[in-house]
T-cell receptor, first 114, second 114 residues
Framework: AQSVTQLDSQVPVFEEAPVELRCNYS??????LFWYVQYPNQGLQLLLK??????LVKGINGFEAEFNKSQTSFHLRKPSVHISDTAEYFC????????????FGGGTRLMVKP | DGGITQSPKYLFRKEGQNVTLSCEQN?????MYWYRQDPGQGLRLIYY???????QKGDIAEGYSVSREKKESFPLTVTSAQKNPTAFYLC?????????????FGPGTRLTVL
């Protein structure tokens, strides 16, 4: 069975500072990994995904993530955050045994302060 | 514009009432999903459907029911058997058959029991 752990429930950071949101997963087979963002009272929007190939994946809004198979991690990073990045971020995993199903982490609330 | 619509955005229910949440998509996706989101928690799967006239229970199906009579529609009924229905409900859809296909989300319905 798959599982996803987002190690930080909240991450406060000042505007223009770098940020890393951590995600670790467990799966017995090859995985597909996703990061979604949720703004208050809205649905989820895909930031980026890792399917195969290059382990560094670039997404929208200046975010990127790195797949590390040996550490079973998929951490999300941004070199300089804006106030508008304040939101909830969810990491999710799927694999070839899961069909279309995604397993989500508990989420990390990014709070960008001026 | 292609996308997923959910209605209503806010819904209030009295104790003992059944209520139905609407979800419609025009993305021509085969698979559709319902998730429940509680404050500070990730998404939990209620029901999913891979094809018309077929659906399966997710992790927390008790007290909920669904139908899938049309490809574009997947309504969720919250019955009086659901003891704690106050939550944010998200509908999603995806192309069926491949684990690497991301899910697309609607804007959500916030249900409050009075």
């Amino acid at each position: 069975a798959q599982s996803v752990t987002q190690l930080d429930s909240q991450v406060p950071v000042f505007e223009e500072a770098p940020v890393e949101l951590r995600c670790n997963y467990s799966s017995s087979v090859s995985v597909y990994l996703f990061w979604y963002v949720q703004y208050p009272n809205q649905g989820l929007q895909l930031l980026l995904k890792y399917l195969s190939g290059s382990t560094l994946v670039k997404g929208i809004n200046g975010f990127e993530a790195e797949f590390n198979k040996s550490q079973t991690s998929f951490h999300l990073r941004k070199p300089s955050v804006h106030i508008s990045d304040t939101a909830e971020y969810f990491c999710a995993v799927s694999d070839n045994n899961a069909g279309n199903m995604l397993t989500f982490g508990g989420g990390t609330r990014l709070m960008v302060k001026p | 514009d292609g996308g997923i619509t959910q209605s209503p955005k806010y819904l209030f229910r009295k104790e003992g009432q059944n209520v139905t949440l609407s979800c419609e998509q025009n993305l021509n996706h085969d698979a559709m999903y319902w998730y429940r989101q509680d404050p500070g928690q990730g998404l939990r799967l209620i029901y999913y459907s891979q094809i018309v006239n077929d659906f399966q229970k997710g992790d927390i199906a008790e007290g909920y029911s669904v139908s899938r009579e049309k490809k574009e529609s997947f309504p969720l009924t919250v019955t009086s058997a659901q003891k704690n229905p106050t939550a944010f409900y998200l509908c999603a859809s995806s192309i069926s058959g491949r684990s690497y296909n991301e899910q697309f989300f609607g804007p959500g319905t916030r249900l409050t029991v009075l």
